[in-house]
Structures are given as structure tokens and as C-alpha cells.
């Protein structure tokens, strides 16, 4: 092999290990985004599990207190939820 082709075939072989070195490292930041959302969704998803338990817990008590009132309560309990 000549010695220009050969430092062609060298210097290709460096831009490809240097194109893969940088697709890596973008896969990788996008993989630590991805689980850094999933991990806050997952604490949403906590946070609103607590809130339609708490809710749930006024509703039956309230349902045991007055059975009759139930559905204008309900109305106005939702008229305060923020979504």
C-alpha cells in the first residue's frame, strides 16, 4: 500500500471513531434527559396519587355525614382542584 492512500485510510478510520465518539456522547446526554424526566413524572405521578387519595377520603367522609349532599360537594370541590 502506498503511503498517501494509507494515511487516507487512517484519517477516515479517525473521522469515523470520532463521528461514533460524538453520536455516543449526544445518546448518552439524551439518556440522562430521558431519565431525569421519568424520574419527575414518576413524582408527579406520586404527588397526584396522594391528592385523589385525600380527596377520596373527604368524599367518604362527607358521604357518611350527609349522603344527600354528595353531588353539589362534589361540584365545588372541583371548582377549588387545580389541574
Known amino acids: 500500500m502506498r503511503p498517501s492512500v494509507f ?4 484519517r477516515h478510520a479517525q ?4 463521528l461514533y465518539e460524538r453520536k455516543l456522547e449526544r445518546a448518552n446526554n439524551l439518556y440522562m434527559e430521558l431519565c431525569a424526566c421519568m424520574l419527575q413524572m414518576e ?5 397526584l396519587a396522594k391528592l385523589v387519595s385525600a380527596i377520596a ?8 355525614v350527609c349522603p344527600h349532599s354528595t353531588a353539589c360537594i362534589i361540584l365545588q370541590v372541583g371548582e377549588h382542584i387545580k389541574v
Open 7 to 10: 494515511v487516507c485510510v487512517c
Open 43 to 47: 413524582k408527579r405521578e406520586r404527588e
Open 57 to 64: 377520603f373527604v368524599l367518604s367522609v362527607i358521604r357518611s
Open 15 to 18: 473521522d469515523v471513531r470520532e
